[in-house]
């Protein structure tokens, strides 16, 4: 996968040229590869559900999560990884917010298949309890991966699953449904609490929650509170928005407009380098350690981890010795710095006033800390990997040195023992790029409103605002009308500006 591919797809979806999106899914041999299958459906899907093809989105989702099922039962990534060549030439399994998020997108195609006034009474039916029951499925995904991470992961559960997981539920409006949303959104307070302070934009001292999250769960609550989390703004709206939501159930007040809003676009999956050290490994080679690292760092060029350069483990420290460099993949998320609001207007465009959207889901930073959470064990197996190659190839050089010095002379010997291991280098450079496929069109964030409008005609616009309270920008939602039956409608809306 290329930066370029990304590109075409991330570029289709600003511009809302889904067509050409679909199309050059269609052709690209970097797509069509049996190892990107999953990544293939996540963003056909997406396609398919921004240009409003919910159906044919549903149809791709659930190709997605067959296959993400498969891989998971067969475990080909998990057992593959130490022997293939490169991680690009593995199957590419996701991570778990990419898989959680195809039940979002099927809960989400579901409902707003249901809102749709040309359905028969009995396909909006299925859709609607199609919705029901994909939360329910999204639920025992994430019971599953919780068992599996234990206390290795921040991202153990999706506060996402819960809001819009209350949100279905509420829409369905049965007693049973409303008992269900009340304890998700009670759920939600938990998981933000204990999973989502590792995010920036929900806590400022982020950092130091993520360095002691393991053993966080062995302190008092209030120690934890003190100690680790200071609130932003973006935790206590929300914090407001679920207590809200709970009282209203208690009080059984019910909603009827719930708004969400997929905004941005998904930081860049980019390269980074990294380096390596060597001396571990040429410390057991036959030949004298110190001579082959001379040879190594005068003669092939090989360079040095800069001093400051933090080691793997505690058994070496890579600063300042022979490294080699490799590539290993980031994200480099931007902070979400803007606040939005809805403003509601009459059919007159007077203003009736505004309703706070409340962040669910910070992505890039979801996305950011899934890949620097494996990074330690991701770098020292494809550190050591790589080693491996470059070590046999400064030995297989260095032979050649030793076996031609007499008869070539020293210099002759050197320029062909240095030209083969050139050869070799650049080999295996070419073969070990940075795998930086990922779901590449996903929104930067996602943002919840829920309130309640009595029956009447009305424009919807969406107010940004800067740190403190300064109007960035406003641009057009779109229409609503509210009849008298109190049915919930939820809009969704996809937004790059």
Avoid: C
Avoid at 58 to 75: G, P, V, W
Avoid at 178 to 191: F, T
Avoid at 288 to 296: C, E, G, H, R
């Amino acid at each position: 996968m290329t930066k370029e591919d990304q590109e075409v797809l991330r570029n289709a979806h600003k511009m809302g040229l889904y067509d050409k999106g679909l199309e050059y899914l269609k052709d690209s041999k970097n797509y069509q590869r049996k190892e990107s299958r999953l990544l293939l459906f996540l963003e056909k899907g997406l396609l398919e559900h921004s240009k409003g093809n919910y159906k044919l989105s549903i149809a791709d989702f659930e190709q997605a999560r067959d296959i993400y099922k498969s891989l998971y039962t067969s475990s080909l990534s998990k057992n593959a990884q130490l022997l293939i060549a490169n991680d690009n030439y593995d199957h590419f399994f996701g991570e778990t917010y990419e898989r959680s998020l195809i039940h979002f997108f099927l809960a989400l195609n579901h409902i707003l298949l249901h809102q749709k006034i040309d359905l028969a009474k009995n396909e909006k039916r299925r859709h609607l309890f199609a919705a029901r029951a994909e939360i329910l499925s999204w639920d025992s995904f994430l019971s599953e991966h919780i068992g599996e991470k234990k206390g290795r992961s921040v991202f153990k559960n999706d506060l996402l699953a819960r809001v819009f997981g209350g949100l279905i539920h509420e829409y369905v409006e049965t007693k049973e449904d409303r008992q269900i949303a009340l304890q998700l959104y009670k759920d939600a307070e938990n998981i933000l609490f204990k999973n989502y302070n590792a995010y920036q934009a929900y806590n400022k001292s982020y950092k130091k929650f993520v360095k002691n999250f393991d053993k966080l769960h062995q302190l008092p609550i209030d120690e934890v509170k003190n100690n680790y989390v200071s609130e932003t703004s973006f935790q206590k709206e929300l914090k407001e928005f679920l207590n809200y939501k709970i009282r209203g159930l208690s009080k059984k007040v019910k909603d009827n407009v719930t708004i969400i809003l997929q905004r941005g676009i998904i930081p860049e999956k980019v390269a980074k380098v990294e380096y390596f050290p060597l001396g571990t490994m040429m410390a057991s080679s036959r030949y004298d350690q110190y001579n082959v690292q001379s040879f190594a760092s005068r003669d092939l060029q090989l360079g040095y981890a800069p001093y400051n350069y933090p080691s793997y483990s505690s058994n070496y420290q890579a600063g300042g010795s022979l490294a080699i460099k490799f590539e290993v993949p980031i994200i480099k998320n931007v902070p979400i710095q803007e606040k939005i609001s809805v403003n509601i207007l009459d059919f007159h465009g007077q203003s009736l006033g505004e309703k706070k959207m409340v962040l669910i889901s910070p992505m890039g930073g979801i996305a950011e800390q899934a890949l620097a959470e494996g990074a330690p064990a991701r770098n020292r197996r494809i550190g050591l990997r790589l080693g491996t190659k470059y070590v046999s190839a400064i030995m297989a050089a260095y032979a050649t040195y030793k076996g031609l010095r007499k008869k070539l002379g020293d210099g002759l010997a050197k320029m062909i023992a240095v030209g083969e291991f050139a050869l070799a280098s650049k080999m295996i450079q070419k073969s070990e790029k940075a795998d930086i496929r990922y779901w590449s069109t996903l929104p930067n964030d996602i943002q919840i409103a829920s309130f309640h409008l009595p029956p009447g005609k009305y424009r919807l616009r969406a107010n940004v605002r800067e740190y403190p309270d300064k109007l960035k920008k406003s641009f057009l939602l779109g229409k609503l009308e509210i009849d008298d039956s109190g049915k919930m409608q939820l809009l969704s809306f996809r937004r790059f500006y």
